[in-house]
C-alpha cells in the first residue's frame, strides 16, 4: 500500500555532488526540493573523526563507508556468450551510499577533459578517417563543447576551492601548468599542494626527457578556503587516509564540506535518508514524470509527487532506475538499437613498480590527488597514426597513500609468505614506488548494461547486467603508455622496475577505479542518445539525469570535475529556460 | 587510482555496535535530528522481505539545520586477547601454526602468532566479516569464470571451519596420524605450499581458496591497526616503518628522502 505525500516542486534522487548542487541551485531559484538519499546521512565530526578515521582495515578493506552488495548489486559477465553472475563483494569498483555520496571517498582528482574530448568522434574522424577506428567502437560527440562547459567547470573548481596550477588561461600557455588543457577564464583558486620526494623525483626525469610535468589538480586544499557559499575548508595535513575514506579533517572538497551546510538551512530545502527509490512514476502518455516512489528502512512505500524529477544517483544506479521505470527504449546489441544501457565505459589504469635501495619515499605522507603528471600521451595530444589504435591517458607519481595490508609491495619474484616476504616487505615498504597511468576506455557495440533475467534485488526487482571486457584499442593504448611511463621511472635510477600494463580480460574482483560511465548518455539525437545536450531525457522532459551516465565514452581522465560541471550547466539550463516554458529545451 | 591485489576479493563490514535509539521514519513531520538520534550503517535484508533488526538505521527526515549525535559512525570496539570467540582449541592452535609459517618470527620481528594474527582472524569470523553480513549471498550459486569472483555460499567463518577440518584430515592421511601442528617447520611450509598451488586438495574445499583467504586474512591481522587484536605492540607498522594512525604531515611533506622520526601510534594511541 503505496501512501500518497504532499507534492513538491522538485524531487531529487540521491545527494551526493549532483544533487546537492541542483538542490542548491533550485532552491536560491525559490523551489521547493526535496532529496531522497539510499543511505544515512554522514559528515566530519560524526561520521569520519580523527579519533578513528584512519582506519584501513575498516574503511579500505572492509568497504564500511560503500553500498552493501546485500542491497543493492548488480551482475557482470565479459561477454554475451557467458551467463552473467553477482557481484557478490565489491572489487574492481566501490558504488557510493550515503550523504555525499561518492564525494565523501573520493581522491578528489580534479581534471577537466580536452576540447576534443567532447567532439572525440568528429576530431578523430577528421584527422585519422573512418577506417581508424575499429569497427565495432560507438563512440560520439556529445553535443557540447568545452567552451559551453568552460564557466561551469570553474564555478564547480571554486565551489571546490581546487588546488592547482593553470596550463592556459584564456589562450595564454603558463609555465608550470598544463600546457595540453582547454583555455581557462582564470588560475586555480588555490595554488597546487605540496609534493613529496617521489613525485618531486618523476617530476625531474620527465622534465629532463623533455615533458611538462605538473601538479595533479587536486581538491584536496593547499590551504583554507572560504568558497562562494561562505563554506570554509580547511587545509589538507596529508595523512594518507583519503581515497576509499571520509576526510577527517574538512580538507577534502566533498558535498559536506562545500555545500550542506549552506543548503540545509534552506527552508525550502528537505533530505530523507535511509529512504530508497524503487521507480520514477510516469503518467498515461509515459511522456511527463509525475514523480518517484521510495521504500523507508520499515518497508512502508511513499509516492512523492513533484513537477520536476532529477536523477542524481550514483552512474549504475541511474541506469538501473531508467530500465526499472521504462523511460527510453533499453539498448539491444544485436541490432545496435535502443538507449538505456547503451555505452557503457570505464578506465584502462596501469601502473610501474620500481624498488630502489637508496631512496626513503615516505609512501605514508599523502593525499588521494597530490602527485606530479603529464599529459603529453593523454587523448589526442600526440599522434595516433603510427600507433594503431586511439585515445590515451595521463600518467605520474600520484602518492595517495602508504596503507600497509593494501600497498606493501614486493617485486615479483618475492614469495608470497614466508621469511623471504617478510624481509622483502620490511625493505621495500619505504623504498619502493608505484607510479600510474590513467587511460580512456572508449565506448563499443558490446559493452552495454540491462536487466538481468536470472537475479533479483530485496525487491523482487531484476538486478542490472553488466556486459564488459577490454576491447584491443584500449589493451594497446595500455602497453603503449605504460612503456613512456616505464621511461620516465627508469630515470629515477630504480633497482628493479616492473611494468603492469592492463592485459587480459576485465576482472571485476581487482580495484581499478570506480569510474563507471554511460549508460544513459547525452548526444544530439534521440535515436543515440537518452539524453539532449542539457542531460534531460528526450522520453520525458521535466526528467533530468545528472553524472557520469552521461558520458557517451570516458576520456582519460577522473570523471568528477566533468560531472560537477555537467550539473551547473543543466542548473543553469533548469533555471534560466525550463522554468520559464517547461518542455524540451532541445527540438528535434 | 590503480591497486593490484589478489585476485580473490575477500571483504566485509566493520563490525556494527548494538543498536541505539530510533529516529523518526521517512515522512514529513517526523523530523527530529536533536540528540539522542542514533543511527546505524546497514539495512539488514533478506531476500524477498524487509526484515530489520535492532542494528538497522531508521530513515529520516533532515531539515533545518545538520544532524548531530555522539558516535554516530560507531567508533570500533577494542579486541582483547583471551579465549577464541569463534574457533575450537583444534581450529584456533592450526591457524596459530599456520600464520607463523606466513610470517613466520624472525630475531627483529615476532611472526604471525605473537603478532596476534590468529586473535585478529578468530574475532573477524566471530564477526560480521565472518557471517558474510551485507554481502549478496542469495542464489542460485553457479560457479563462474575467475574474473566474476568468487561465488560460493559459504561464509567466510563456514569456509574456515571446512577448510580446517579437510587440512586435518589430509594431515594425518599423509603425515602418519599428524595433526597440522606436529609437523614439523619443512612439512607445515610444504602443506602450505602445496594449498598455494592447488597440489594439496582438501575434500569438499577448495584448499587454494582458502590459502588465499588465510593469506589476505593474516596479512591484515599483521597491519590492520591494534584495535582489531592483531599488530601486536604494532609490530608489523614498526617492521616496515609505517607510523599508523597519524594525521598531520604537514611539517613532513617537503622533507625528501629522510626517515620519519616518530613512532607509530593506532586508533587507542600507543602502550607507552
Not at chain 1, 530523507?272 to 502518455?285: F, H, M
Amino acid at each position: 500500500m503505496t501512501r500518497k505525500l504532499p507534492a513538491t516542486d522538485v524531487v531529487i534522487v540521491g545527494l551526493g555532488w549532483t544533487g546537492s548542487i541542483l538542490a542548491h541551485e533550485l532552491t536560491g531559484a525559490g523551489l521547493n526540493v526535496v532529496a531522497i538519499e539510499r543511505g544515512p546521512w554522514r559528515d566530519t565530526a560524526t561520521d569520519f573523526p580523527p579519533a578513528y578515521a584512519q582506519d584501513e582495515l575498516r574503511y579500505r578493506i572492509r568497504h564500511d563507508l560503500f553500498l552493501r552488495p546485500e542491497q543493492l548489486t548488480m551482475t557482470f559477465r565479459n561477454n554475451a556468450n557467458q551467463t552473467a553472475l553477482p557481484i557478490r563483494s565489491w572489487g574492481s569498483f566501490m558504488p557510493p551510499n550515503g550523504v555525499g555520496g561518492g564525494g565523501v571517498h573520493w581522491n578528489a582528482e580534479t581534471w577537466r577533459f580536452l576540447p576534443s574530448d567532447f567532439e572525440l568522434r568528429t576530431h578523430l574522424v577528421g584527422r585519422y578517417g573512418e577506417k581508424f577506428l575499429p569497427e565495432d567502437m560507438t563512440i560520439q560527440d556529445w553535443g557540447i563543447t568545452y567552451d559551453d562547459l568552460e564557466p561551469h567547470y570553474d564555478k564547480f573548481e571554486y565551489l571546490c576551492g581546487t588546488s592547482g596550477k593553470a596550463g592556459n588561461i584564456k589562450g595564454r600557455i603558463e609555465a608550470g601548468g598544463n600546457p595540453f588543457e582547454g583555455a581557462r577564464s582564470r588560475e586555480y583558486p588555490t595554488p597546487p599542494q605540496k609534493q613529496p620526494y617521489g613525485p618531486t623525483l618523476f617530476a625531474q626525469a620527465a622534465q629532463e626527457m623533455g615533458y611538462k610535468p605538473f601538479p595533479q589538480p587536486s581538491g584536496n586544499l593547499s590551504q583554507a578556503y572560504t568558497n562562494p557559499l561562505g563554506v570554509t575548508i580547511g587545509p589538507c595535513t596529508y595523512c594518507g587516509f583519503c581515497e576509499w575514506f571520509g576526510c577527517g579533517n574538512y580538507s577534502k572538497a566533498s558535498p559536506q564540506t562545500t555545500i550542506l551546510p549552506a543548503l540545509i538551512r534552506r527552508p525550502n530545502f528537505e533530505a530523507r535518508t535511509q529512504c530508497e527509490v524503487s521507480k520514477i512514476n510516469l503518467d498515461k502518455s509515459g511522456k511527463r514524470a509525475t514523480g518517484v516512489t521510495y521504500v523507508d528502512t520499515s518497508g512502508n512505500e511513499w509516492e512523492q509527487p513533484a513537477d520536476l524529477v532529477l536523477l542524481c544517483a550514483f552512474q549504475l544506479f541511474n541506469v538501473h532506475l531508467l530500465l526499472h521505470s521504462g523511460i527510453g527504449k533499453p539498448y539491444d546489441p544485436r541490432a545496435g538499437e535502443g538507449v538505456i544501457g547503451r555505452n557503457y565505459s570505464y578506465q584502462v589504469t596501469s601502473s610501474v613498480d620500481a624498488f630502489f635501495d637508496d631512496k626513503i619515499f615516505n609512501p605514508f605522507i599523502a593525499s588521494g590527488s597530490i602527485g606530479m603528471c603529464i599529459d603529453e600521451f593523454n587523448g589526442d595530444n600526440f599522434d595516433h597514426g603510427p600507433h594503431g589504435f586511439v585515445g590515451g591517458g595521463y600518467m605520474g607519481a600520484v602518492q595517495t597513500n602508504g596503507r600497509p595490508i593494501q600497498t606493501a609491495r614486493t617485486p615479483q619474484a618475492t614469495p608470497r609468505w614466508g621469511a623471504e616476504w617478510k624481509k622483502a616487505v620490511a625493505k621495500s615498504y619505504l623504498s619502493s614506488y608505484e607510479a600510474v597511468t590513467h587511460g580512456g576506455c572508449y565506448s563499443y557495440r558490446d559493452v552495454y548494461l540491462d536487466l538481468d533475467p536470472t537475479y533479483t534485488d530485496r525487491f523482487g526487482r531484476k538486478l542490472m547486467r553488466l556486459t564488459f571486457d577490454f576491447h584491443e584499442n584500449e589493451l594497446k593504448m595500455s602497453t603503449y603508455l605504460t612503456d613512456r611511463l616505464a621511461e620516465v621511472v627508469q630515470k629515477m635510477g630504480p633497482r628493479q622496475l616492473e611494468k603492469h600494463p592492463r592485459r587480459g580480460h576485465y576482472d571485476v574482483t581487482v580495484y581499478q577505479t570506480t569510474h563507471t560511465c554511460g549508460g544513459a548518455i547525452m548526444g544530439v539525437e534521440p535515436k543515440t542518445s537518452a539524453l539532449n545536450r542539457y542531460l534531460q531525457s528526450w522520453d520525458v522532459p521535466n526528467l533530468f539525469v545528472m553524472g557520469a551516465t552521461a558520458f557517451p565514452q570516458n576520456p582519460g581522465y577522473n570523471p568528477t570535475d566533468t560531472v560537477g560541471a555537467l550539473a551547473y550547466w543543466a542548473a543553469d539550463a533548469i533555471v534560466n529556460h525550463y522554468l520559464k516554458s517547461p518542455g524540451p529545451l532541445v527540438q528535434i | 587510482m590503480v591497486a593490484k591485489e589478489i585476485r580473490l576479493n575477500v571483504n566485509g563490514i566493520g563490525k556494527m555496535a548494538p543498536g541505539g535509539d530510533s529516529a523518526g521514519e521517512g515522512m514529513p513531520g517526523s523530523s527530529r535530528s536533536g540528540p539522542g538520534v542514533r543511527r546505524r550503517e546497514l539495512l539488514i535484508t533478506t531476500a524477498m522481505t524487509l526484515v530489520f533488526s535492532a542494528t538497522s538505521a531508521r530513515a529520516l527526515v533532515v531539515k533545518g539545520s545538520l544532524p548531530w549525535a555522539t558516535n554516530a559512525g560507531t567508533p570500533p570496539t577494542a579486541v582483547h586477547p583471551g579465549p577464541w570467540a569463534y574457533f575450537t582449541p583444534e581450529e584456533g592452535a592450526a591457524i596459530e601454526a599456520l600464520v607463523d609459517r606466513l610470517i613466520p618470527p624472525d630475531p627483529q620481528t615476532p611472526g604471525g602468532k605473537d603478532a596476534g594474527c590468529a586473535v585478529f582472524i578468530d574475532r573477524q569470523l566471530a564477526g560480521s566479516f565472518g557471517s558474510a553480513e551485507g554481502l549478496y549471498m542469495h542464489g542460485p550459486f553457479a560457479d563462474g569464470t575467475p574474473q566474476q569472483g568468487d561465488q560460493s555460499p559459504l561464509t567466510p567463518a563456514a569456509r574456515y571451519r571446512q577448510a580446517l577440518a579437510a587440512l586435518d584430515k589430509y594431515c594425518r592421511a599423509t603425515y602418519s596420524a599428524k595433526s597440522f601442528v606436529q609437523l614439523s617447520d619443512d612439512e607445515k611450509d610444504k602443506v602450505i605450499v602445496g594449498l598455494e598451488k592447488g597440489q594439496v586438495q582438501l575434500e569438499g574445499t577448495s584448499g587454494r581458496t582458502f590459502f588465499e583467504y588465510l593469506l589476505q586474512n593474516t596479512r591484515e591481522g599483521f597491519f590492520a591497526d591494534p584495535v582489531y587484536g592483531g599488530n601486536r605492540d604494532m609490530v608489523g607498522w614498526k617492521m616496515i616503518g609505517f607510523p599508523g594512525a597519524r594525521y598531520d604531515y604537514r611539517d613532513w611533506v617537503e622533507r625528501h628522502n629522510e626517515r620519519y622520526p616518530l613512532p607509530p601510534v593506532g586508533i587507542a594511541g600507543r602502550p607507552e
